[in-house]
């Protein structure tokens, strides 16, 4: 039964290596880091772009995989020094992330994405000193904190009705003053 399992596991491995993954360089395999926080992201080379723009996509590990975000773009003509070794950027980890295991990968935008180049399967939590196996998996996203609410104060406003001398029309200005001490003058015309 053992070297079932180790033939079955060596032939997993096989199809990932024949399907062409390429893995980040940077950040290392099981590392963790907290929300909110900027990560160096580092690979050998880059894809083949044949003149496509360049995506690096933060994706959820797991059942959908989905697309979360996208954390940095490029054009190609922006790339076409980058060939000469190593390619770093540094990517926002958003502070409202759900807590679970995420990966970013080059999506080239139009382009052939049949052997990504992504990172290693990496933890996001609340904090970042603790373990790989202990970061806790959130399903749903938390609510963002609700914005400080203005404090409700009156709107003071004064009226003035004056009527130009030899005129059918009068005039009424409204003066009104809000609670950020902003003057609003309106102007209204009738005709008598």
């Known amino acids: 039964m053992k070297i079932f399992a180790i033939l079955l596991t060596a032939s997993l491995y096989a199809m990932t290596v024949s399907a062409g993954t390429e893995y980040f360089s940077s950040p290392k395999p099981r590392s963790v880091f907290k929300k909110g926080t900027r990560v160096t992201f580092a690979l050998e080379s880059l894809p083949e772009l044949e003149g496509h723009p360049l995506r690096a996509n933060l994706y959820r590990e797991g059942g959908d995989r989905a697309l979360v975000y996208t954390m940095k773009q490029w054009t190609a003509a922006s790339l076409e020094d980058s060939d000469d070794g190593e390619f770093k950027f540094d990517g926002l980890l958003s502070r409202y992330l759900p807590s679970g295991f995420y990966y970013v990968q080059l999506d080239i935008v139009g382009g052939d994405n049949e052997d990504p180049v992504k990172s290693y399967t990496f933890g996001v939590a609340q904090k970042a000193n603790i373990r790989y196996e202990d970061v806790p998996i959130q ?23 004056t009527k130009p001398s030899g005129s059918a029309k009068s005039v009424k200005t409204t003066k009104t003053t809000s609670h950020h001490g902003i003057s609003l003058l309106r102007l209204h015309n009738k005709v008598l």
């Not at 938390?142 to 004064?158: E, R």
Request: no cysteine.
């Open 139 to 161: 399903t749903r996203k938390p609510a963002k904190p609700a914005k400080p609410a203005i404090p409700a104060q009156p709107i003071k406003s004064t009226k003035h009705t």
